[in-house]
């Protein structure tokens, strides 16, 4: 690798996709720094970012394939990468001979790297023909569902023209801890005289920006919007031509809000004062551009969908979509807009199986351990830390109980890769080509491999070219994987015609020199028809009424779990420059619940419910409400352990509807 800088993506699971600048000398990472031509984050990276030299060279990190057995016993051998290549192609082959096909293999992925070039796992999969799949989003398919029923697709205005808007209206996002960049954007509307309102049950770091902070119970988002909707419809303030024009439904929900909607209701359903309902309706009539963003917080319980489809329609009856700077903000699916050779590749045909088995990613354990003829017996894991991140971990136990082989790929050896047989070091991203798209603002960017890979590490797409090829090795015409193609040829392939001219490139050298964007005029994307809120979906109120203060059961707490400033999920743990030992099983409580359970501050308290307990250190949160505990994600002892999923077709994982119990902690419980 030859000296200089060179332009890389930060590959997380993040609002930013941030274009980076590395900066190599003698085949080391130096040091790195935003990539000022990035439109979108201007030079900036976050504090993980800037953090990058020291995750890189972290001691820590995977050296070489590595085998343990027996599973869990923490007896590690390394071992080469061909032998490791050799028992994993061993074990695909004698499954296929004992059951007829590769359908006892499958793989679990998710967000550890988002570069284009990381569906080399799918295409590695597709490339022996039919296998046991993985679909669903347990992150935001909720969301993407509800957005696309409204209007029919899953657009998301460019975040730079927030900073134009004059009202910003935050439903479950937390911006200052989880979008950085945005917060650039918030701030610059601010000064130009927005107003920003701030919908949370917890008092964030974002709601501190607010003008106006509303507190709701956790769930109870589709209330409030409907609150705002009686509002507006009593005055006759909403934009009736536009209704008109635009709208489907406009009748019937009418009708809805008017004979089924009493503020009373919602102030009690949802906890907010009826004097915080009227300003935020207030707010929407009085104040344009207004600019909605749908956080993924509000979309991680059961009545998501329906509190964003009710959201949505307050932006629609408000006029607030179509006109300059107003728009709606939730994230969209333009990476689904590429040809995603890899995701796509097309593999083998089975004389009898026409196609693969897919399995429910939010409910992997117990639909996989459901699988019969044949079972599933091989497991591959990439970028993902199921043990930390994931729902029913007593499933995942039985499943892991099941499997004949489980092979981890990561950079770290993470919970999950404590549990496997085998762990593969994956190459950072400045160890390897990529191509990257965000899920939030325009810009596509590259990532240059920079230097060499640490040790023995090796790009996901390496992994997918060596293992195939040692399929053929062992069966010849086992995997159709093109091993051939190196990472620039499937970067190049991704850049068609079309998406060169959308966003404006003449050739792949173009990003050589730069982050490139395509052009959106969000007006003409909201020139469409839109759904108001379904009101088949009211059976929804029926069920909401479990949040009726009367119901609430005493003693019993909503668990909410979200992301954390100096992690993505799992990640960064390790990073001395960015310790967090202060936030290790810290159990957020209000006042009310230390008091009555005589629980004091940073004391050991216990959180425990049907499935499972954890110890941890109390933290007494005057602004919670009474009946909400916050923990951290993944730590020494992850809090996913009391994740229980309620379970619904085709959507995301209800992260938050778990509940829990609390008490103070006496040594030498159980
Ligand atoms: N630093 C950092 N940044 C990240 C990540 C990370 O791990 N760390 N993860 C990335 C990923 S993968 C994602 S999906 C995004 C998520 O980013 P966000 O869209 O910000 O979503 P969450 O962090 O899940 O939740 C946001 C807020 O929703 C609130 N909330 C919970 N339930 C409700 C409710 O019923 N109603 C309302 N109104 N609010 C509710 C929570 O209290 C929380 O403050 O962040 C990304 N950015
Ligand atoms: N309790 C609770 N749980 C949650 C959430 C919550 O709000 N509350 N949020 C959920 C959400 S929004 C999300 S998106 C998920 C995230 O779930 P995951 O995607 O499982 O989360 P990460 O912890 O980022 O784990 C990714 C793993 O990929 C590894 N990795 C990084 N780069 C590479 C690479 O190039 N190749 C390979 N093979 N591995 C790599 C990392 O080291 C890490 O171990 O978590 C979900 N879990
Ligand atoms: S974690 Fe997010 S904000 Fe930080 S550098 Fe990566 S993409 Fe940017
Ligand atoms: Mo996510």
Known sequence: MKDGIYRNTCPRNCFGSCGILSYVKNGRLMKVTGDPKHGFTQGKLCAKGYAYTQFVYNPKRLKYPMLQTPRGSGNWKRISWDEAYSIIADKIIELNHRYGSNLACGYNKFSGNLGILHYAVEGMFNS????TKPVGNPCALTGKLAVNQSFGHSFSSPPEEMAHAKLIVIWGANP?????HQMKYLYEAKRNGAKLIVIDPIFTRTAEKADLYIQIKPGTDLWLAYGVAKLLIKRGNYAESFIRKQTFGWEEYKHFIETKIELEDVSKRTGAPLEAIELLADAYETTKPAVTWSGLGIQRNKHGSGSIGAITSIAIITGNLGIPSGGLYFMHFDVEHFPLHLYNHKGPAHPSIHTSREIDMSNYP??????????????WIASRNIITQDQDLKGWKQLFDRLELIVTVDLYLTKTAEESDLVLPAATHFEEDDLHVSYWHYWLSINQKAIPPYWEAKS???????LTRKLNELSPGFSNFPYEKEPLDWIKAELTPDIMRQYSLTS???????????????AQQFQTKFWLNPFEESGGLTELEEYAPEKQQPGVYTLLTPQSLLKIHSQYEMLPWLNQEESDNMIEISTKAAEELEIANYTKMEV???TGSIVGTA????????????????GSNPINKLITHCHSQESSTFFYDSTVKIRKWRDGRV
């Open 128 to 131: 022996i023909g039919p296998h």
């Open 508 to 522: 792949y050298e173009d990003l050589l020199a730069g982050p490139h964007v395509k052009e959106i005029d969000s």
């Open 366 to 379: 117990k639909s996989a351990l459901a699988l019969k003829d044949p079972p599933l017996k091989f497991l």
């Open 176 to 180: 200052a801890v989880t979008n950085v």
């Open 608 to 610: 425990f419910n049907e």
């Open 619 to 634: 933290k007494i949160n005057p602004s919670l409400p009474n009946n909400v505990v916050v923990a951290a994600q993944a």
């Open 460 to 466: 996901d797409l390496q992994i997918a070219r060596e």
